[in-house]
């Protein structure tokens, strides 16, 4: 909601800047499902990294390309348990490698918003959740370019994946697969979400990875330990992602990590029909995914009018649970911080540049005075343990933080 009349540019946070990216990239991410597990950028999948590895031993053994029965038996396996028919045969190309490589770094260059992703880059920096003196645009594409494995390219209806990795390219594959089969039945596309100054396009890109994950496990489920082991092996064997900041990775897993879960909760609700209403009534904020809330009830978010900045406004938008909690983390303790975030109700933050600091305003309000007194105490620590400034004060019933860096 803009109070002060329309702003010039609507910014976005980082998550929801690429989230464009993700709803057509299938990536495959260092981050696991439990979200308890420290997300640690130069650490590949911790599940794969038992022992020495030498990954390519098993990677070069595989065929480059799967053989079209494999390929219906995979597209027969996502209809299955997606409970949706194809209306066309997807399209499915399996490249090589350094083929794979090329087609995606030309998807990149036209799907990357780099002035979005200048803006998300800014209020990490200025909450603290990014080195003052680290880029994230050129590390964030080195980061797609050596973990996506497959993507579904939604303009030319294609699901795009790099083969030879046996299981580990099937379960890809049928990721990708799920996407394409979704956006026959769906609308996929993230546009209408983009002035949105709330986190929908966030939520909704939790549902349609989440949905994702959800047959991509089911795959993996049936797989043989041989073949577990194989396909683990393949991850293992990925180049290390470059280092960016821990928040900024649990943003960007953020879809998969936790829409996964919330996914899980959805089917366990009511089967793929709640998948589908997912998809038609998404969630409008990252509190609802975490909390696993069920479709259709409206989060009572509070609507909070945008608070003054101290100099010429840079942006505006809302921070949402997720990177409260992310702010949270820098003071307490990674469970404390998820549970007071979770006492979220709404929020509303202004942006502006000061010499050569930037600087973030964030008007929070919680679900109860409790809550609000404990946000506050909380935010205090987080204040206290900052380089750079930051300050914490109660206005009314509003939680006011700013922070400088
Ligand atoms: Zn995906």
């Known amino acids: 909601v803009s109070m002060n009349g329309s702003p010039q540019n609507p910014r976005r946070l980082l998550g929801l800047a690429i989230a464009a990216l993700l709803v057509a990239a299938g990536m495959w991410l260092v981050y696991r499902s439990s979200t308890d597990d420290p997300v640690v950028a130069p650490t590949p999948d911790p599940t794969a990294t038992t022992g020495a590895v030498v990954a390519d031993t098993t990677a070069t053994t595989a065929a480059v390309s799967l053989d079209a029965g494999r390929v219906a038996e995979l597209v027969a396996f996502v209809e299955a348990t997606r409970n949706l028919t194809f209306t066309e045969e997807p399209e499915v190309e399996i490249m090589a490698a350094d083929e794979f490589g090329a087609e995606l ?23 603290a959740l990014s080195p003052t003196d680290q880029e994230i645009e050129p590390l964030l594409r080195e980061f797609l370019l050596r973990r996506t494995l497959g993507y579904y390219d939604n303009e030319s209806a294609t699901v ?7 299981p580990l390219t099937e379960s890809v594959l049928v990721h990708e697969l799920t996407h394409a089969l979704e956006s026959e039945y769906f609308d996929l596309d993230s546009d209408r979400f983009s002035e949105r100054e709330d986190e929908s396009l966030l939520a909704f890109q939790a549902v349609v990875e989440g949905n994702a994950a959800f047959v991509e496990a089911a795959f993996v489920e049936q797989l043989s330990e041989a073949e577990k082991t194989e396909r683990q092996l393949g991850q293992a064997g990925l180049v290390a992602p470059p280092p960016l900041s821990g928040p900024v990775l649990v943003t960007l897993a953020f879809p998969y990590s936790e829409g996964s879960v919330y996914v899980d909760g959805l089917f366990a609700a009511g089967g793929t029909d709640m998948l589908d209403l997912a998809l038609t009534n998404p969630p409008r904020t990252s509190e609802q995914i975490s909390e696993g809330q069920a479709i259709g009830l409206e989060d009572a978010v509070s609507e909070v009018r945008f608070p003054p900045a101290d100099d010429v406004e840079m942006s505006r938008g809302v921070l949402g649970s997720l990177t409260l909690r992310l702010v949270l983390e820098t003071a307490l303790p990674r469970a404390n911080a998820r549970e007071l975030s979770l006492e979220w109700s709404g929020d509303a933050f202004v942006s502006w540049r000061e010499q050569t600091a930037v600087c973030v305003r964030a008007d929070i309000v919680a679900e109860s005075p409790a809550a609000q007194e404990r946000m506050l105490i909380a935010l205090t620590e987080v204040a206290k343990a900052r380089v750079g400034t930051a300050d914490v004060v109660a206005v009314d019933d509003l939680v006011r933080f700013t922070s400088c860096a």
């Open 160 to 166: 795009r994946v790099r083969g030879g990795l046996g």
């Open 105 to 127: 770094a030309g998807f990149l260059d036209t799907e990357l918003d780099s002035s979005a992703i200048t803006e998300s880059e800014d209020v990490y920096r200025a909450l």
